[in-house]
C-alpha cells in the first residue's frame, strides 16, 4: 500500500503467511497472528481516510492480477479489503474529497459502490475504471452500471476513462461527460444523434471514444448523420460540425465501421478542411 503526500511517502507491505499476517515498513517486518492480509490494509487505510479533511488529487485503488491465482481468488480478497474499509468511510461525518477516483482490477458493480458512493459529488471531477485480461483476445467483462448511473458522483463527473470493461447499459447515461473513452454493449442511430446535438451544445466537450459491439438502426443513422465529408472512405466515415457557442471550434466525428468505433473530437477550425461543412 502506497500513501502519498504533499511531503511523504509511506510504502507498506502486507503479506499472508498462513493464518497470520506480515507487515513491513521502513524495512522492519512485524508478525500479526491471526490476521488476514486484506482486511488488516483495509483497516490501516480506513484509519488514515476517516481523518481525511483536504481535498486530494487522487485516490487510486489498484489490484494487480496474480499469475498464479484464478480470478475467482482475486475478487475474494478484493472483496474482504473493500469490505473492510467501506465503514470507515461510511462513518466519516463528511464525504470524501478527491479530484479523481481510480479503480484497477475489479470488474464487480457490487465492490465499485463500496467506494463511490462516500466520495463527494461536489468535487469528484474524474472516475478511471479498468480491469486486466490474460490476453489480448480474451473477450471484456460485462461490469453492471445499472446503481452506479444512478449517484450523483457518476452523474457530476465530467471524465470518465474504462479500459477492458464491457458496459450493458444505455448511452444516454454518458452524455453529460466532457470526455470519455469506454466500450459499450450496443448504441441507436437515436442515441448517437442525441449525443451528437448535446455535444454541439457543450462548450466544455473534449473528446469522446466509444468502443461498440452492436449497432442498432445502420440506416436510420446515415440518414441522421448526413452525407459524409468528400475525404471519407468506406472503411472511416467523417463528418464536421461548427459549434453554435464555440465559434474557433468544430466538432469532428469519425466512425470505423468495421472496427465498431466511434470519435467525437473538439478541434480547431485551422484544422478542419475546405467544403467540410
Known sequence: M????????????????????EVTFDDTSKIIE??????MAANDLGLILKHQK?????????????????????STYQGRFLTGLEPFLRSRRTLLSTFELVMRGTNQQDLLLKI?????????????ITTTKNTEKEPSP????????????????????????????ALENFYHFSKAEFEIQSVSAKELTELKERILKDKEFEDFKIEYHQLKDKKKLLESFGRPFAGSTS???????????????????????????????????????????
Not at 55 to 74: I, V
Request: hydrophobic letters at 35%; aromatic letters at 12%.
Open 54 to 74: 483536504s481535498e486530494m488529487g487522487s485516490f487510486a485503488l489498484q489490484f494487480p492480477r496474480h499469475p498464479n491465482r484464478r480470478a475467482e481468488c482475486m
Open 34 to 39: 491471526n490476521e488476514d492480509f486484506a482486511s
Open 235 to 277: 472503411a472511416k466515415r467523417i463528418w464536421y460540425h461548427k459549434f453554435p457557442i464555440q465559434k474557433k471550434r468544430a466538432l469532428y466525428i469519425a466512425w470505423r465501421e468495421k472496427e465498431k468505433l466511434f470519435k467525437f473530437y473538439s478541434i480547431s477550425l485551422q484544422n478542419v478542411p475546405n467544403n467540410a461543412f
Open 142 to 169: 460485462i461490469l453492471k452500471m445499472d446503481e452506479i448511473v444512478e449517484l450523483d458522483q457518476w452523474k457530476n463527473a465530467k471524465e470518465l476513462y474504462i479500459s477492458m470493461l464491457k458496459l450493458d447499459v
Open 116 to 128: 463511490l458512493p462516500y466520495l463527494d459529488p461536489e468535487n469528484l471531477n474524474r472516475i478511471e
Open 2 to 21: 502506497n500513501v502519498n503526500t504533499e511531503d511523504e511517502e509511506y510504502d507498506i507491505q502486507y503479506e499472508q503467511q498462513a493464518e497470520n499476517c
